[in-house]
């Protein structure tokens, strides 16, 4: 009854009426991809605040992003954490998604995508919670839809998540999940400006996102909210500032509190 009612709070937040935004999102990906023939940077840093160890966890996630047509977007990035004593990599990881829908008019548009993503890593396996972007060896596999109005974007999405070992003596525990769903329910509003003249004008969007995973095998699960600010400077360069907190669960995880702090850099038409 308790998680019912936190999920309740929660979409009454997420479809009130101060609710509206542009599409895009901080800890989730839209079904719209970025311009085609396009190169992009981003650079992600978490905070971990890591509890049962009583530690703090820094991981910082490097991408390279190319936006290869209008439809399809790939990604290559790297897996950095200091969660064993001693900043180093642990990974690499890949990301591909492609939009197989549109429905676009004026100031408004519907759209469909799927998605896949795959990674290594070699980090020690400490905890029920499955995240290949970032702790686990594995893959999965997705869908999203994302509606425009104007300045009121809403977006949820559904994966399927499956792990392996991370290598000799990293081996999954036994009892723990391999394989889980995950589900995600974004919106936001665009702040500033209020009228646009210039692709010079910086544009200022909150955002409120529900970020969850069930594990099948155990019955294990958790529910997430992330409020969340995010810049855009000359249509270019993109600065995100996110506070992720667990309102319901049941599962050991690395952490139930995480602060993100992400830069993007766009370079348009240089493929």
């Not at 019912?4 to 991809?33: M, R, Y």
């Not at 972007?133 to 999965?140: A, D, H, L, V």
């Not at 000359?234 to 509190?257: E, F, K, V, W």
Request: hydrophobic share 40%.
């Amino acid at each position: 009854m308790q998680r019912i009612k936190s999920i309740g709070v929660v979409c009454f937040l997420l479809f009130s009426k101060g609710s509206s935004a542009q599409e895009l999102f901080n800890f989730t990906e839209p079904a719209s991809n970025m311009p085609a023939r396009s190169l992009g940077i981003r650079l992600t840093n978490n905070l971990l605040d890591e509890t049962h160890l009583n530690q703090k966890t820094f991981q910082f996630l490097p991408e390279l992003m190319w936006g290869v047509n209008k439809k399809l977007m790939l990604h290559a990035e790297g897996i950095f954490s200091n969660g064993s004593g001693n900043f180093k990599p642990l990974g690499m990881g890949t990301y591909a998604k492609y939009r197989f829908w549109s429905d676009d008019k004026v100031h408004r548009h519907f759209r469909m995508a799927a998605y896949g993503r795959m990674a290594f890593n070699r980090g020690h396996i400490h905890y029920d919670e499955l995240e290949i972007n970032g702790m686990n060896t594995g893959w999965e596999l997705g869908f999203i839809a994302t509606q425009l109005l104007h300045k009121q974007a809403i977006s949820v999405s559904l994966s399927y998540e499956q792990i392996t070992d991370n290598g000799p003596g990293n081996e999954i525990h036994s009892g723990n999940a391999f394989r889980g769903l995950n589900y995600t329910l974004s919106t936001g509003r665009l702040i500033l400006p209020r009228k646009y003249t210039s692709y010079k004008q910086t544009n200022f969007n909150v955002m409120l996102e529900v970020l969850g995973q069930y594990l099948p095998d155990n019955q294990k699960h958790y529910v997430d909210i992330a409020p969340s600010l995010q810049f855009i400077i000359h249509s270019q360069t993109r600065i995100d500032i996110g506070y992720r907190h667990q309102l319901q669960g049941n599962m050991n995880r690395m952490a139930t509190n995480s602060l993100m702090l992400r830069v993007e850099h766009l370079l348009f038409n240089v493929l």
